[in-house]
């Protein structure tokens, strides 16, 4: 039964414009998210929760083969990241900052999850909520391509997230970002506010971590904020979630995944 959690319609945003080299050569001819496990894309697994936990309205940011995307999925609205080969992940998201006066959940296109990781992330009130995988340390047990120096990795004080950042020793770790994010319409202006401000003074310089702005991972804006003194929430989920972005991952989630709530 699906799982009617908020009175307004709440929109997804799928970020999913980059080809994903890590994942060849099954993203030789294909979308990352095309990739299948258990008989299912992680598109699909993803849209499933999704729907699952009441989100209907789908805003799909595509670069690489995004035309095949259309084809499949007449029913998103797209967004296109035409640089998507020159720009990172917080530039996709902002490929869709004109829906975003209204509240929305984000999320990485290369992530499986249970619609509870959704429903979580969702009922907390707060207007900026990170989902957080609080056993992301067992995933990594057998992950070695992508060693848990690579993950996005969070630490709290409370309710509120202190930290997103790769460079947080594992050990002090809280968390992992799991791409996941609820934003409500205060939440959303914060995040454009920070864009827009970052934007005017970073574009084409170093920001942060990145070599310049326009590639920049959306867990760098997230950051600023947070030094910012803007407040986000955690809404934990023990698992359920999955990474794929290595051909590793993907034998792991093909041999390992559940999907279920």
């Known amino acids: 039964m699906p799982l009617l959690l908020q009175a307004r319609p709440m929109r997804a ?23 299948e496990v258990k008989g299912k894309r992680l598109l699909d697994w993803g849209l499933a929760a999704l729907a699952e936990a009441g989100i209907h309205d789908i805003c799909f940011i595509g670069g690489y083969l995004i035309d095949r995307v259309r084809a499949d999925y007449p029913q998103f609205t797209f967004r ?25 959940l984000c999320t990485y296109s290369d992530v499986l999850f249970t619609s509870d990781v959704v429903a979580r992330t969702l009922t907390d009130p707060a207007d900026i909520v990170l989902s957080v995988d609080t056993n992301w340390l067992e995933r990594y047990q057998d992950r ?18 202190t930290r ?32 827009r401000r970052c934007r005017a003074l970073y574009a084409g310089k170093p920001f942060r971590e990145a070599a310049v702005f326009e ?17 986000m929430a955690h809404a934990d989920t023990p698992g ?14 093909r041999r390992n995944w559940q999907g279920i709530p």
């Open 13 to 35: 945003i799928i970020i999913a414009a980059g080809r994903g080299r890590r994942l060849m050569p099954t993203t030789a001819d294909a979308p990352k998210c095309y990739a």
């Open 80 to 104: 296109h990241n035409a640089d998507w080969e020159n720009n990172n992940i917080l530039a996709s998201l902002m490929c869709a900052q004109d829906l975003m006066d209204q509240p929305f």
């Open 144 to 161: 070695h391509n992508h060693p848990p120096s690579d993950a996005e990795k969070v630490t709290v004080a409370g309710d509120r997230v």
């Open 164 to 195: 997103v950042h790769r460079g947080i020793d594992p050990a002090a770790a809280y968390g992992e970002f799991t791409g996941i994010a609820k934003f409500t319409g205060a939440g959303a202006a914060r995040l454009l506010e920070h864009y």
């Open 215 to 231: 590639k920049a991972y959306l867990i760098l804006l997230l950051q600023e904020m947070i030094e910012a003194g803007v407040p």
């Open 240 to 253: 359920n979630y999955i990474e794929v972005d290595t051909q590793e991952d993907y034998e792991l989630a």
